[in-house]
């Protein structure tokens, strides 16, 4: 039996290098190939087409973050996994527009969305509930990081960028739309990071408040949950 020439974790890592060194444009069949030492032929015996190595870069992404153990309090959990997430979207913004828009090759990378749901779980919260907070947390952790990638936020120097933009979005602003121009001051003073931090701890706040409440007697958190829909 013949040996793989390539795992597909080098796989992985040579296009995740690509695409972080010249963006999604850069990544082709022929560029993955060069770089492994191949021809573009031979990597059709690990992926079906370019669609297949642009998941291999999803899962390269998601396998990047550093997730936390799980501990008692959810809420800790919550805030680390997703932490963890918008780290590792970061560190790679050049992919961002795929893991928005490209699902996982391997069941694997279910594993931080399998400890969020877990540990959202543990808020207390209905079913639907569940899902809501589910996929609000996703959506501001991709939100957070597509906003800072798009535009002028991006690069390696991102929190000096951002205080220019609000420095001339503040100036263009003007007395003719004050709120606009008092927040670009507040937005100077911040980085991306305590931003991040405040919108999640904003966000947590609303979904603790749509934890059923233990039952006092009577009627258990089945019925409760019942009741609700």
């Known amino acids: 039996m ?4 390539h795992t597909r974790a080098e796989i992985q890592a040579k296009a995740l290098e690509i695409v972080d060194r010249e963006g999604l444009r850069g990544l082709t069949m022929r560029s993955l190939a060069d770089a492994l030492g191949t021809g573009p032929m031979t990597l059709y015996n690990y992926v079906r087409d370019r669609e297949g190595i642009e998941e291999l870069v999803v899962d390269a ?57 877990e540990a959202l779980g543990r808020a207390g919260l209905e079913q639907y509930e569940l899902l809501a907070a589910f996929r609000a947390v ?6 957070a990081a597509q906003a800072e990638h798009a535009g002028p936020l991006a690069g390696s120097r991102r929190d000096a960028q951002s205080r220019e933009a609000a420095r001339r979005i503040g100036l263009m ?12 001051q507040v937005a100077r003073r911040s980085t991306a990071a305590a931003d991040f ?14 934890a059923i409440p233990e039952p006092t007697g009577g009627g258990s958190t ?5 009741v609700r829909h």
């Open 197 to 210: 931090k405040r919108g999640l701890e904003m966000l947590l706040h609303g979904i603790r408040s749509q």
């Open 61 to 117: 992404v998601i396998a990047s973050g550093r997730f936390p153990r799980r501990s008692p309090d959810w809420e800790r959990d919550v805030t680390g996994i997703a932490t963890a997430m918008w780290r590792a979207l970061r560190a790679h913004p050049a992919a961002i527009p795929l893991v928005m828009t490209r699902r996982s090759a391997s069941p694997e990378s279910y594993a931080p969305a399998d400890a969020l749901i």
């Open 222 to 226: 089945a019925d409760m949950k019942d």
């Open 138 to 143: 996703l959506a501001f952790v991709m939100g």
């Open 173 to 184: 602003a003007g007395a003719d739309y004050p709120h606009v121009a008092a927040l670009s």
């Open 2 to 5: 013949v040996r793989a020439r």
